[in-house]
């Protein structure tokens, strides 16, 4: 997605207006034809990432890849799940060195 129709959404949707966008002539949301309507509800769900924890958004080169992005919200869920159980996600454990020194370098201690 082009980083300028994105700052041109971001900006409707600030003002609270996204009809701003419609072309001349069209003043209602179904009369816009189907790919502009698509574009603006394409962009407005990136949009919405902004709005998560930086580390739940997706990165902008998987957003068009829907395996991917399927991939990324299963991992964000369970990452939410651990937490919500008091677990924390793998990558936030803190090193523990002493699992280094029994298991050795190449085990994962966290804080990798």
């Known amino acids: 997605m082009d980083e300028a129709w994105l700052n041109v959404v971001r900006i409707a949707?600030?003002?609270?207006?996204?009809?701003?966008?419609?072309?001349?002539g069209v003043?209602?949301?179904?009369?816009?034809?189907?790919?502009?309507s698509s574009a603006i509800r394409l962009a407005l769900t990136y949009l919405s990432y902004e709005e998560?924890?930086?580390?739940e958004r997706p990165?902008?080169?998987?957003?068009?890849?829907?395996?991917?992005m399927k991939a990324h919200w299963e991992q964000v869920e369970a990452n939410r799940e651990r937490e919500a159980k008091?677990?924390?996600?793998?990558?936030d454990m803190p090193e523990n060195s002493y699992l280094k020194q029994i298991f050795g370098p190449n085990v994962n201690a966290g804080a990798t």
Do not use: A
């Open 52 to 55: 998560l924890p930086k580390k």
């Open 86 to 91: 008091g677990q924390g996600s793998i990558n």
């Open 27 to 36: 003043t209602r949301l179904w009369d816009l034809p189907h790919t502009l």
């Open 59 to 68: 990165p902008k080169e998987i957003w068009l890849d829907v395996k991917k």
């Open 13 to 24: 949707r600030d003002c609270g207006n996204i009809s701003s966008l419609f072309p001349p």
